[in-house]
């Protein structure tokens, strides 16, 4: 079955710029979302269609999806936003929604 | 605005059964996919189940045959019938609403809004 792999931490300074990964065979021929979930809260997706931000979502998150790797990308990172990202696909070959294992990113 | 408000959780014997219901407000139930997607303590998200407008029903490969999720879109409701339960399905169990685009052949739907969960333990 189709394997989604997310590091699992990242650490950032305040201001500065998150990246977290998500790596799967030819992910760049699928649509990748990406949700956060802060402790304690349910999850909240924050990237549709590899690159879309849901009006709510600060310009801060970008995504991006090529080859093997998608990339959510968090600029100008605040505290605010510490939490575990998770990556999702559709797998047509089971006709299986997936996740990633998800990251924990740290505000340092 | 969309409210999703789970129920039917629990504490429950290995081997034993709970119906999960879902119970919905604030958009057309009958014109969307729903799915159950759940979280076992301290660990990551996984999908279980989901149902298209339709009807057409989807299985993740750690429930098929043990668990059937069901809508009945007079009520606005949705369902997750689990049988033979396990250690491993206890988790938080979130009813979800799906988004996107979807053909025949593929289904790259998002999960856009989310209950707050309702409890499974399976535990002797």
């Known amino acids: 079955s189709y394997v989604l792999t997310q590091p699992p931490s990242v650490s950032v300074a305040p201001g500065k710029t998150a990246t977290v990964t998500c790596g799967g065979n030819n992910i760049g021929g699928k649509s990748v979302h990406w949700y956060q979930q802060k402790p304690g809260q349910a999850p909240v997706v924050v990237i549709y269609?590899?690159?879309d931000r849901p009006s709510g979502i600060p310009e801060r998150f970008s995504g991006s999806n090529s080859g093997n790797t998608a990339t959510l990308t968090i600029s100008r990172v605040e505290a605010g936003d510490e939490a575990d990202y998770y990556c999702?696909?559709?797998?047509?070959?089971?006709?299986?929604?997936?996740f990633g294992g998800g990251t924990k990113l740290t505000v340092l | 605005e969309v409210q999703l408000l789970e129920s039917g959780g629990g504490l429950v014997q290995p081997g034993g059964s709970l119906r999960l219901s879902c119970a919905a407000s604030g958009f057309t139930f009958s014109s969307y996919a729903m799915s159950w997607v759940r979280q076992a303590p301290g660990k990551g998200l996984e999908w279980v189940s989901g149902i298209k407008s339709g009807g057409r029903t989807y299985y993740a490969d750690s429930v098929r045959g043990r668990f059937t999720i069901s809508r009945d879109n007079s009520k606005n409701a949705l369902f997750l019938q689990m049988n033979s339960l396990r250690a491993e399905d206890t988790a938080a169990y979130y009813c979800?609403?799906?988004?996107?685009?979807?053909?025949?052949?593929?289904?790259?739907?998002?999960?856009?809004?989310w209950g707050q969960g309702t409890l499974v333990a399976v535990s002797s």
């Open positions: 979800v609403n799906q988004l996107g685009n979807c053909d025949s052949t593929s289904c790259p739907y998002y999960f856009d809004s």
């Open positions: 269609y590899d690159s």
């Open positions: 999702q696909v559709w797998d047509s070959n089971t006709d299986q929604w997936l």
